[in-house]
């Protein structure tokens, strides 16, 4: 067990509306990651974290934002959702002193 | 930019037989490489890593080779059992962020 949660696990919601998932992880790790996975598309890069408030822009940041204001929680919003925004999201953290990435365990959102 | 590719969206193998996923990338700086295990409905989990110092790499029942001359690796899997049945995605890179490639279905076959 990795130590990372996300929530929530399922969440349908409507075009427009404003969508926030989160990531804990119990692992004090300095980075963090969000992706997205689509058929087709594999596994994509939002946004990730390098340390508390530090972020960048991963390969389809558009349309997302992200937060980290303590080590433990990064934020993924979704500021007015679109059912192109529907898919899996996952949440990575990077152990410190081996560089593994260990994934969370999803977080499906339907935009209808 | 970098790219992580398979060679295959899928492949089936008889059970007790060895599995053999490829893997290429376009990036000859990358440093580090890492095979994951996907199953239905749950996140990737790590199998094997290997970093660019380095030509093979054993664990249990897998093996993951590195040929940087082609910027190709592959996983091996030995005895192939129906519980290897899942999406294996290699992905790479220098540093961090890691590129994913976009996955093969590996069908065990009873």
């Known amino acids: 067990d990795a130590g990372i949660t996300q929530s929530p696990r399922h969440k349908v919601t409507e075009t427009g509306t404003p969508v926030t998932l989160r990531c804990h992880q119990t692992?004090?790790?300095?980075?963090m990651y969000w992706y997205r996975q689509d058929p087709g598309h594999g596994l994509r890069l939002i946004h990730y974290s390098y340390g508390v408030k530090d972020t960048d822009k991963g390969e389809v940041s558009d349309g997302y934002s992200v937060s980290r204001s303590k080590t433990e929680d990064f934020l993924l919003t979704l500021e007015s959702a679109t059912s192109s925004q529907t898919s899996v999201y996952f949440c990575?953290?990077?152990?410190?002193?081996?560089?593994?990435?260990?994934f969370g365990e999803g977080s499906r959102l339907t935009v209808l | 930019g970098e790219s992580v590719g398979l060679h295959l969206p899928t492949l089936s193998v008889q059970e007790g037989d060895n599995s053999i996923i490829n893997c290429a990338y376009s990036n000859s700086a990358s440093d580090y490489f890492i095979w994951y295990k996907q199953e239905s409905g749950k996140g990737p989990q790590f199998i094997i890593d290997i970093r660019s110092n380095m030509d093979k790499r054993q664990g249990q029942r897998v093996t993951v080779l590195l040929n940087k001359t082609v910027k190709h690796l592959s996983l091996q899997i030995a005895a192939t059992q129906p519980g290897d049945s899942a999406v294996y995605f290699c992905a790479g890179g220098v540093n961090t962020p890691l590129v994913f490639g976009k996955g093969t279905r590996l069908s065990v076959i009873a």
């Open positions: 990575a953290i990077r152990a410190d002193l081996t560089g593994e990435l260990f």
């Open positions: 692992e004090n790790h300095r980075y």
